[in-house]
């Protein structure tokens, strides 16, 4: 086995890692090392040939395409190394690494720091257990876009799609638009599950029907998608007898949710958020475990590119302090907890240091869609932090702040408790 040591190594080419791997350098690290098994570095960027990134970050409306170019353009001038056509096997609490690669077998990476960036991949149909035959014609909406933005074929020509997720809403337009009939974006909830923007883009501006309170009971066809039974669902998310309708179509594209790819950070002991599905992190996107560090999709799955980047962006920079031995002494926390209307939040802990030091932001999702709220964090029932929302929805992240407080205001708490509240109510 070929032996390799690095300073930071980052697990994951795309968006985050790319984040990671430049503020890694930037922050002094000398040798900074990618590992990425596709056989280019980008992710899934390349293939979202939409609009719509790079407007927080670089404060220009870029495609996807363009947006992970200037990231792997800048680890290309700044001699970051990447190991393409490369998989991880296992990262080990030592920060020993274990990868097969294409061209140089097995290898072992002792690394000074690591950074988990694997993003996340599509739920399946496997995973719904919808009844029905298995014809050809059914396909996850990032294999579609794959297929149309990157290889040029056409899933097919009458769609119904299942699921309002971002990649769903923006291939409801991407086929129509390449001359496709979709017929309907079935949405079992009672909102949407992506931007609000996409849906007012994607299906509003080109009449594409939304069934909301919906879902697909039934597959129909032998060889080929024939159709799909639709039906209307209760409060319990159970399809309403006697509803049951037939939507003739020969393709249909699941966007029913993604799953952070963590089979690497849970074989290593990391401890895990049930909810998110990723690790649990403090302010420095540090894990449980000393020297690993873990951002973007992996860790929750981001509304936008310029989250993912920016989570990618602190995580290098303090896997770089770590490497050169200058990580914090001791890890006294106070605990984020999930208050009122509030479903999960990043991170999940906050070092006492951190709190005196300097402002710490906080990303969260609601669990219900609400208008005229209030985002607040409380200790003690007292609020460090509140701001006013005009409308709040889980398929866009909410950022709070927590700025410096007095040593003694924060050292009498354990935790603090992030509430999305109606307005008018008092704190």
Do not use: W
């Not at 404060?59 to 290309?76: C, M, N, Q, W």
């Not at 129509?176 to 909102?191: D, I, N, S, W």
């Not at 209307?232 to 007898?241: H, I, K, N």
């Not at 958020?273 to 020297?291: C, F, N, S």
Request: net charge neutral; charged share 25%.
């Amino acid at each position: 086995m070929k032996e390799f040591s690095c300073d930071v190594a980052v697990i994951g080419g795309g968006a985050a890692g790319l984040a990671a791997a430049t503020a890694a350098r930037e922050a002094g690290a000398e040798k900074v090392l990618v590992i990425e098994r596709d056989r280019l570095l980008g992710g899934i960027l390349p293939q979202c040939i939409h609009t719509g990134f790079g407007l927080v970050t670089f404060r220009e409306d870029l495609t996807g395409p363009e947006y992970i170019h200037r990231f792997v353009a800048k680890t290309s001038e700044m001699r970051v190394e990447a190991k393409l056509n490369t998989m991880v096997l296992e990262v080990r609490p030592d920060r020993r690494i274990i990868a097969a690669s294409a061209t140089e077998g097995m290898i072992g990476i002792k690394a000074g720091a690591v950074v988990l960036a694997m993003g996340c991949r599509e739920r399946t149909r496997g995973a719904l257990a919808i009844p029905g035959t298995r014809p050809a014609g059914v396909f996850t909406a990032g294999q579609a876009q794959r297929f149309v933005n990157i290889e040029g074929y056409m899933p097919g020509e009458r769609v119904v799609i299942l699921g309002s997720g971002d990649v769903g809403m923006i291939m409801a337009r991407r086929m129509t638009f390449e001359g496709a009939r979709v017929e309907a974006v079935v949405e079992v909830l009672p909102y949407v599950g992506g931007l609000i923007r996409n849906k007012v883009q994607c299906l509003d501006d080109y009449g594409i029907p939304l069934l909301l309170r919906h879902t697909v009971t039934r597959i129909c066809g032998n060889q080929r998608v024939t159709g799909v039974m639709v039906a209307e669902v209760d409060a319990d998310r159970r399809p309403v007898p006697g509803t049951e309708r037939l939507i003739e179509c020969d393709t249909l594209l699941l966007s029913v949710g993604l799953i952070p790819e963590n089979e690497l950070t849970e074989k290593c002991g990391i401890e895990m958020d049930k909810v998110t599905g990723g690790a649990l992190l403090d302010e420095r996107m540090e894990t449980g475990v000393p020297g690993i560090f873990a951002c973007g999709n992996v860790v929750h799955v981001c509304d936008i590119v310029d989250n993912v980047t920016s989570m990618g962006l602190a995580a290098g920079q303090e896997a770089a302090k770590f490497a050169s031995g200058g990580g914090p002494s001791g890890r006294d926390y106070v605990s984020l907890v999930a208050g009122e209307n509030v479903r999960y939040i990043v991170p999940q802990r906050v070092s006492r240091r951190s709190l005196l030091e300097r402002n710490v932001s906080v990303h969260l999702r609601v669990v219900q869609p609400g208008q005229n709220v209030r985002l607040s964090i409380k200790a003690g029932g007292e609020p460090v932090f509140k701001a006013p929302k005009k409308a709040v929805h889980p398929g866009e992240a909410l950022i709070g702040e927590l700025t410096p407080q007095s040593a003694g205001f924060f050292q009498k708490i354990g935790e603090l408790v992030v509430d999305v509240e109606p307005l008018g109510k008092k704190v």
